[in-house]
């Protein structure tokens, strides 16, 4: 694989050398790299400015559990060169299974990593350190568990102390309750 890779490939994994604990071509021309939790930030901003094609564009962020594998969880970045017309993927291994945290990129990578990672928090448990706005986005924060954890038990019922009026509409702009509109 080493004679046919990218510029760019060949690039960061001299830079980076054993801080890339893999790297594997998932699709033709997209690369996939994993490295550990205490290397994300410097790895995502080397990527961010490649002299050659910056991978400019943070197009997701997510998480998924391999339990009961440890490391458990995974925090999946993926982003695109505009430059290069190349996708690439970087997986950070969480070994931390019982609190798993990750420093935040939302501050001063890509700020549109601040919903997707409060998204990751509210599904998985993973905090991201830094953020500044770490709370539940997807689901009430009287809310006890993360749902896709894969120990999450789906049958569970919660009760909510909040008790909303069937008859009444939620106005997303105003941050309250209205009346239904007679017909």
């Known amino acids: 694989m080493s004679e046919n890779l990218p510029e760019w490939v060949r690039q960061v994994k001299e830079r980076f050398g054993s801080k890339i604990l893999s790297t594997r071509e998932r699709s033709p021309g997209e690369f996939e790299f994993i490295i550990s939790p205490q290397d994300n930030v410097e790895f995502l901003q080397a990527l961010k ?9 943070l197009s997701d962020l997510t998480a998924y559990d391999e339990h009961p594998k440890s490391p458990r969880y995974h ?17 950070v291994q969480i070994p931390d299974n019982e609190n798993p ?4 990129i939302s501050n001063d990578l890509w700020k549109g990593a601040n919903w997707l990672e409060r998204e990751v928090f509210d599904m998985y448990g993973i905090v991201f350190e830094g953020h500044t706005d770490m709370r539940r986005i997807l689901l009430p924060d009287s809310f006890k568990g993360h749902p896709l954890r894969k120990g999450f038990v789906v049958d569970y019922r919660q009760k909510f102390p909040e008790i909303i009026d069937e008859e009444a509409a939620f106005d997303p702009f105003g941050n309250t309750l209205i009346d239904k509109v007679q017909k």
């Open 49 to 57: 400015v490649l002299p050659q094609g910056p991978f400019d564009h």
């Open 101 to 104: 945290t990750l420093r935040t």
């Open 75 to 91: 925090v999946v970045y993926e982003l695109i060169s505009m430059m290069q017309k190349v996708r690439c993927s970087v997986v």
